[in-house]
T-cell receptor
């Protein structure tokens, strides 16, 4: 158990809909990261938050947005969903300061868009 | 941005033999190179990492080597066991001195199959 909690584990929805994925980082971790994993693209970095502020942005679509709340949990919002958005979405967290670079991944939220 | 290439995509080895997975990166500013193992139905888990001021690092049956000049790094697993079967990802990033970690750029993964 990595200590990172993601909900829901599975989600099935229709094209055009909007969903919210939730992540609770490990206790004490200030950074939260979102990754999208699909069969043909591997693990794609979407966005990183550090202590509530956006820190880095990757290949995140404009239809997607995220935020990190004062209690450090994070939400990834996916809107106007398309079939191609079907994927496994991972949240990871890391210690905000210090020398270790390890990311701790949750077990993912599997999104299926029909 | 950073681009990480990983080979092979699938690797099948006999139990007890060694396995080698290779990665190349494009951004010369990258200074941190972790390897993650992902078992079926789980999230990736760090197994070993190396920083750019080190050329090799070992942890029991696992070792990683880094060639900064050529911008490539490799994972070596010796005496492979059935539980080594998984998908392995290499990654690269730049560490920030002010805290936190840059988003990792991952390779596309190698499915390692250990044949009994």
């Amino acid at each position: 158990d990595s200590g990172v909690t993601q909900t829901p584990k599975h989600l099935i929805t229709a094209t055009g809909q909007r969903v919210t994925l939730r992540c609770s980082p490990r206790s004490g971790d200030l950074s939260v990261y979102w990754y999208q994993q699909s069969l043909d693209q591997g693990l794609q970095f979407l966005i990183q938050y550090y202590n509530g502020e956006e820190r880095a942005k990757g290949n995140i679509l404009e239809r997607f947005s995220a935020q990190q709340f004062p209690d450090l949990h994070s939400e990834l919002n996916l809107s106007s969903l398309e079939l191609g958005d079907s994927a496994l979405y991972f949240c990871a967290s890391s210690v905000g300061t210090g020398r270790t670079g390890e990311l701790f991944f949750g077990e993912g939220s599997r999104l299926t868009v029909l | 941005g950073e681009n990480v290439e990983q080979h092979p995509s699938t690797l099948s080895v006999q139990e007890g033999d060694s396995a080698v997975i290779k990665c190349t990166y494009s951004d010369s500013a990258s200074n941190y190179f972790p390897w993650y193992k992902q078992e079926l139905g789980k999230g990736p888990q760090l197994i070993i990492d190396i920083r750019s001021n080190v050329g090799e690092k070992k942890d029991q049956r696992i070792a990683v080597t880094l060639n900064k000049t050529a911008k490539h790094f490799s994972l070596h697993i010796t005496e492979t066991q059935p539980e080594d079967s998984a998908v392995y990802f290499c990654a690269a990033s730049r560490r920030r001195s002010g805290g936190g970690a840059d988003g990792l750029t991952f390779g596309k993964g190698t499915h390692l199959i250990i044949q009994p």
